[in-house]
Structure formats: structure tokens, C-alpha cells
């Protein structure tokens, strides 16, 4: 257990109630962000334009990065 002082009790109590005022991908609709679905479609286009042949999708590029670093070593 660590021991967190008045003024870094102060910052992390900021962290946990942020609330930002706009989506980080905004969708079409004001105040809605894109669907799952649209990112899936957008990741297919990039891999396609990249010349990626294997079947890859948002679910493999989510499960990719983590195995990676673990097999680098970086936990």
C-alpha cells in the first residue's frame, strides 16, 4: 500500500473525475462518438491500403500490442 500526499491526493481526485467536454473521435451526430462499427470499417481500409493480405481486425490489433510487450519483457 502506498501513501499518497495532501497535494498528489488533490491531483489524482482530479484524474478519476475528469470529464472531458468532447469525444476523443467525435461521430457524425453532436455529442455522439463513432460506433464500433465505423472503426471497424476503417481498420479493414488501412489494412487494405497497407497491403495486408492475412484477415486482421480491431480485436487482433487490441490482443496484439499487450502480448507484445509482454514478450518484450515490458509488464
Known sequence: MSVIGCNSR???LK???F???DW???GSKKGSHI???T???IFKVA???AGII???SVHNLRNFFPRTCWSEGLT
Open 10 to 12: 488533490g491531483e489524482v
Open 15 to 17: 484524474i478519476l473525475n
Open 19 to 21: 470529464k472531458p467536454a
Open 24 to 26: 476523443l473521435f467525435p
Open 35 to 37: 460506433t464500433e462499427r
Open 39 to 41: 472503426v471497424q470499417k
Open 47 to 49: 489494412a487494405q491500403k
Open 54 to 56: 492475412k484477415e486482421v
